[in-house]
């Protein structure tokens, strides 16, 4: 293994270890145990990091290496420190031992993504001991809070301190899966957008013990649940989608079937482990996640709320969500308010640019022949708050060929989560590649930053 892959295994245990679980509460996270981490590891090289604080114990840590141009585009690596919480029950190891079982690390973060953080400040640490010079600034963000909405994190930054984060070209989570039998990588280009939105149901409160005719709030709320769940919204295909599915190397009746917004849906139960994703990243998808009702065992709830998780592709409108939950609720409306009205499009990157053309290099070097595969990521990560001012946001890795897409999302929040030594190597190799090829003062003559209006009045917007 190289020094670079060294680096990068040691410090992931260090990591997994700080065990900065973000339940969602303010006080939860303790990424200021990952800072110090980092801190330390960055101790000698030169190097000096600004950390900031929103909230107690929410810490971030930002290192910039300053380019020899100021005119050359900026590149930031941006990966979170905090995790998500376990169920250790499910788990055939300890969650934060960090122990290496037969190459592979097991823990939580393994994958998501303390991996590429690791990765990321391992290449930063690098070429600052080497006395490398990027062209246009390096930086490494080791952000908080991404796990729960990035409100003490990227998000925070962007409001507050965006000198800190700014960048021309952002690459984050998550990419590096092979998509199927062909050499085939996985680069997140974009994400789904969200809203959230919560049901209020109302009902009649009663006696338990009579509750025929009874206009329960829960029996209502369960109504709603199912209504939803069962609701068919019309499938749409995705020109990445339509390469992903491609690119699986299916039998050809399967996959002409998955690239027809009016078959998919009949496919799905045929698709095992990656049908899910498969409905994701063609649906605008509710999933009603948390419901709430009644008090006391003898009393007929009058009450109750369900708050649904939304996620909308590109295209789709704040109306045409609401829209389809009136259609999925149709007459349940009457007892029914539909509450909140936060709306995030979603997002995608260009591909025709400099950065996207290096992470090509990069991967066919440790892959020969292999192509990027760019997708459209159904969940949320970082990303969308530089896509968001028109910056482009890649999710870049590069695993070993163990790792297909559904192994690889399987373990994001899963039990057992844990990545192989040989992946890290790769996609370290990979990293120092990149950021070689995008900075080299020889080499980057193509690089050049993306000045749309959007971005300039989106920046304006950011920092008042
Ligand atoms: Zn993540």
Do not use: C
């Not at 300890?94 to 391992?122: C, H, K, S």
């Not at 974009?190 to 329960?216: D, I, Y």
């Amino acid at each position: 293994m190289s020094d670079l892959g060294r680096d990068t295994v040691e410090l992931l245990q260090q990591l997994i270890r700080g065990e900065a679980v973000n339940d969602g509460a303010p006080d939860g996270g303790g990424e200021h145990r990952q800072v110090e981490t980092l801190l330390r590891y960055f101790e000698g090289s030169g190097l000096e990091g600004v950390t900031v604080e929103p909230h107690p114990g929410r810490t971030s840590l930002v290192v910039r290496i300053e380019g020899t141009d100021a005119s050359a585009p900026a590149l930031a690596l941006v990966g979170h420190t905090d995790v998500v919480p376990v169920e250790p029950a499910g788990w055939s190891r300890d969650p934060f031992a960090a122990e290496i079982v037969d190459g592979v690390v097991w823990g939580r973060g393994a994958i998501d993504m303390l991996n590429l953080t690791a990765a990321y400040a391992a290449v930063t640490r690098r070429l600052a001991v080497e006395g490398f010079r990027p062209r246009g600034d390096l930086v490494f963000a080791a952000v908080a809070d991404e796990e729960n909405g990035s409100r003490f994190g990227v998000e925070w930054l962007t409001e507050h301190r965006l000198d800190l984060i700014d960048a021309d070209y952002v690459l984050t989570e998550s990419g590096g899966a092979h998509a199927g039998p062909r050499p085939g990588i996985t680069v997140m280009v974009g994400e789904k957008g969200g809203a959230g939105r919560r049901l209020r149901v109302t009902g009649t409160p009663g006696h338990g013990s009579a509750p025929w005719g009874a206009r329960n709030a829960a029996v209502l709320a369960a109504e709603a649940v199912v209504r939803l769940s069962r609701h068919r919204a019309p499938a749409v295909i995705t020109p990445q989608w339509r390469d992903y599915a491609r690119a699986l190397d299916l039998d050809a009746e399967t996959t002409a079937a998955l690239v027809d917004a009016d078959r998919i849906d009949d496919v799905l139960p045929h698709l095992g482990a990656l049908a899910g994703f498969a409905h994701a990243s063609t649906h605008t998808t509710v999933s009603p996640n948390v419901v709430r009702a009644g008090e006391k065992g003898n009393v007929i709830p009058g009450e109750a709320t369900v708050q649904l998780d939304i996620r909308v592709l590109p295209g789709v409108s704040r109306e045409d969500v609401e829209g389809q939950l009136r259609d999925a609720l149709g007459d349940l409306l009457e007892h029914i308010e539909i509450e909140g009205d936060w709306f995030g499009e979603a997002t995608l990157s260009p591909t025709d640019t400099p950065l996207f053309d290096a992470l090509g290099s990069a991967v066919r070097r440790v892959h020969p022949g292999a192509e990027l595969l760019p997708m459209l990521g159904v969940g949320g990560t970082d990303g969308r708050f530089y896509r968001r001012r028109g910056i482009p946001a890649y999710g870049f890795g590069v695993l070993s060929e163990r790792w297909d897409y559904g192994t690889f999302r399987r373990l994001f929040h899963g039990n057992d989560e844990r990545i192989d030594v040989a992946s890290l190597e790769l996609t370290v190799t990979a990293l120092d590649d990149v950021v070689r090829t995008f900075h080299d003062p020889g080499g980057s003559a193509r690089a050049r930053r993306i000045d749309g209006p959007e971005r300039t009045d989106s920046r304006k917007k950011a920092t008042t």
